[in-house]
Every structure is written in C-alpha cells, then in structure tokens.
C-alpha cells in the first residue's frame, strides 16, 4: 500500500473571541494549542500558529486526508470565521516535523520581514512568496510555551540552527 500524500495547507481566520494575554499568551490561543498538540499528535498533523492583531495564521503538514479533516473541524470551530486557504499545495518534506503544533508570537526576526514587504500581521493578505519566507522564519523560531522543556529535549539548539543546516543535516 503506498504512503499518503504529505501536503501543506496555510490558512487565514478571524478569531472570535476577545484577547486576554495571561503570561504571555492570549488565553483561548493557549487552550487551542492544547487542544492541538493532543490530536494532531494522533492524526500525524503538524504546523505553526501564528495569532496577532485578532488573526489566526497556520500552517498544518501532513497526510492528505488528515489535513482536509483537521480544517474541516477548524472551519467549523466558533472561535474562528472567515477561514480562508491561502495555499494548499503537495511536498516532499515537512518544515515542522518535530511539532504536533508550533506557536510562535510575532518576534523580532518575523517582525522584520512584515517591514520588509510592508505589511501589518494580517494573513489574508499574504502573498504565496511572503508565506514561504514566513514560514522558513517560523522553522527557527523558538516557540515560548515550550521554552521550559527546550533544553531537556534539545529542541531550541535544533530550531536555532540555520534552514540550510537543518536541510543539509549539517552542525
């Protein structure tokens, strides 16, 4: 039996639900982590999301089927609407093959490159070129909820080596 194909799905939402920040983390983004990290570790599915300024971005890899089942249940989510595909395309590799679910905040380095193509974090208007860097930028990201099991597993000196090096397996 031949193996599924492993595809990408970007997608863009509005959230529903009023910010409350408590540690740093909007409070109903931390429960949607949760959430994710449990079943998409069950379905194979990994990703980013992104959430700023009342916007989801993320990013989901995986089998085919399981991906369009995971955003099926998202576009039926209440705290999300307006969901919209960006991208949704095959690949040979997942960027995010270590995590069930990665979050990152807008930092620094992402900041950046919304200057650099003069755009507020505002997915729906993200261009298929603008994603793909985004989305190499989120691959070496440190994630801030998981900064305190970071060391133990290694996972910040991984997501901390360069793209290139991850993909050549060198340093």
């Not at 863009?12 to 639900?17: I, M, N, P, Q, V």
């Not at 409070?27 to 980013?48: F, M, Y």
């Not at 399981?66 to 609407?81: C, F, M, N, T, W």
Request: proline fraction near 4%.
């Amino acid at each position: 039996m031949a193996a599924e194909e492993l595809v990408r799905l970007n997608y863009a939402s509005t959230a529903t639900f009023e910010p409350s920040v408590q540690g740093g983390v909007e409070v109903e983004v931390a429960r949607i982590l949760k959430q994710s990290r449990r079943n998409n570790r069950e379905l194979a599915v990994g990703g980013v999301l992104h959430y700023g300024n009342g916007y989801f971005f993320q990013c989901l890899e995986g089998e085919r089927d399981a991906v369009q089942k995971l955003y099926e249940r998202i576009s039926r989510d209440p705290r999300h609407r307006d969901v919209k595909t960006l991208t949704f395309s095959p690949v040979g590799e997942r960027l995010f093959g270590d995590w069930s679910m990665k979050y990152l905040p807008i930092e620094r380095d992402l900041r950046g490159l919304l200057e650099r193509y003069r755009l507020e974090f505002n997915p729906y208007q993200f261009t298929e070129a603008f994603i793909q860097e985004f989305l190499e930028a989120c691959v070496v990201g440190v994630d801030p909820t998981m900064a305190a099991h970071a060391h133990e597993r290694g996972t910040q000196r991984r997501a901390q080596r360069p793209l290139w090096k991850r993909l050549l397996g060198l340093g």
